[in-house]
């Protein structure tokens, strides 16, 4: 079973960047594609983005799309999740999750993820 670990996250003020890393616990995790997904109280998990395994596409959830961007080393296993000007309402849990039947796609469903980490909270202050 893969290990899944989040990391990164932390309290920043508005307009400020956080990066995200996810690292997998073996060469398993290079073999999906890997999305993020995000969850604040009270609401479900939502969606954020998903990068092939090959790291040369990505689907992308409208409000984060151009603050947000996505990186891939799978020499170390790692995702990367650059969150720049971010917002309020970007505060949430941030989870990373592993697709291992699937090299690439759009899924925005968790359903569809294999594997997760424990999820690391960003908190966006005004």
């Known amino acids: 079973q893969v290990q899944v670990a989040e990391s990164g996250g932390g309290s920043v003020q508005a307009g400020d960047s956080l990066r995200l890393s996810c690292v997998g616990s073996?060469?398993?995790?290079?073999?999906?594609?890997m999305g993020w997904f995000r969850q604040a109280p009270g609401k479900e998990r939502e969606f954020v983005v998903v990068v092939s395994r090959n790291g040369d596409y990505t689907y992308w959830q409208d409000s984060v799309k151009g603050r947000f961007t996505i990186s891939r080393d799978n020499a170390k296993n790692t995702v990367y999740l650059q969150m720049n000007s971010l917002k309020p309402e970007d505060t949430a849990v941030y989870y990373c999750?592993?697709?291992?039947?699937?090299?690439?796609?759009?899924?925005?469903?968790?359903?569809?993820?294999?594997?997760w980490g424990q999820g690391t909270q960003v908190t966006v202050s005004s």
């Open positions: 073996d060469r398993t995790f290079n073999t999906g594609a």
């Open positions: 999750a592993v697709d291992i039947h699937r090299a690439i796609g759009a899924d925005t469903s968790p359903r569809s993820y294999d594997f």
